[in-house]
């Protein structure tokens, strides 16, 4: 193996909502580099999908899979503990689990709206607030990362999308009250990721209309009119984990090819 392959070799690694998709990826890439894994699914339905992540990896890699729902009240803390049982202790944290639903803010359905004004608060916004809470009495308390995965609608949003964006907004200001926060007292940084659109599973199953409602700003992307693979936005959280890394804190990282810039 190279010398990239072992440098986060002795690391633990809790990635949430990681049985598919962004945190999937991101899983691989810390694998990858030695990190052992707790791959985080939410409900029974989604084990066979951390099961083949787990199948990905390769043949030397550590790896526990944990069912987990972010969005309820019990499911952070669980996630939490059962990972530093399972390891001994957190290096890495990377707060990846979210939902988003379009929704209009006249939609006259107030059902609806309710329904997903609470999904996605509760997953994204209290999930991540709450996860972290969580890990902090198991983190290492040297070199310890926390990475949360924001978006760039928090800065440029669209219509149709104020309950996610807010939501991702929060995590944005969790970044940056963190990063102040807890460095000197846990002995980590905490630092952001903002992904443009990234071509996962749930984009590629996405309706057609929503898809194609993304494609101008796909066509105007600087570096090519593409979306993002997975992989590349993983390799960024992973590199935000590397021991030379140790001087980056408050980071909110736009990895959109340039569509998003701040």
């Not at 924001?150 to 104020?162: C, K």
């Not at 952001?192 to 796909?218: C, H, M, N, W, Y």
């Amino acid at each position: 193996m190279t010398i990239e392959t072992q440098s986060l070799k002795g690391k633990v690694a809790v990635v949430s909502g990681s049985s598919l998709g962004l945190g999937a990826a991101i899983v691989r890439e810390l694998s990858r580099r030695g990190a052992s894994v707790a791959i985080n699914y939410p409900y029974p339905d989604e084990k066979a999908n951390a099961e083949r992540v787990v199948e990905s990896l390769g043949p030397d890699s550590k790896s526990v899979i944990i069912e987990a729902d972010m969005s309820t009240e019990t499911g952070p803390r669980f996630l939490a503990d059962r990972a530093a049982e399972a390891f001994g202790k957190i290096d890495i944290l990377i707060n990846c689990a979210g939902i988003n639903r379009m929704m209009s803010l006249d939609d006259p359905d107030e059902r609806k709206v309710q329904t997903a004004w609470d999904l996605i608060a509760r997953t994204n916004a209290r999930g991540t607030f709450m996860l972290t809470r969580a890990t902090l009495k198991h983190l290492a308390r040297e070199g310890s990362r926390i990475i949360n995965i924001g978006s760039g609608v928090s800065r440029a949003a669209d219509p149709h999308s104020s309950i996610y964006a807010g939501s991702k907004g929060m995590i944005e200001s969790y970044t940056q009250c963190w990063a102040m926060e807890l460095p000197r007292k846990y002995g980590c940084t905490v630092n952001g990721i903002a992904p443009g659109i990234v071509e996962t599973e749930t984009f590629l199953a996405a309706p057609k209309e929503l898809r194609d409602s993304l494609q101008p700003k796909i066509d105007v992307t600087p570096v090519a009119p593409r979306a993002a693979r997975p992989e590349e936005v993983a390799w960024v959280v992973a590199t935000l984990c590397e021991k030379e890394a140790g001087w980056l804190n408050g980071l909110y990282l736009p990895v959109s090819g340039g569509l998003f810039m701040f």
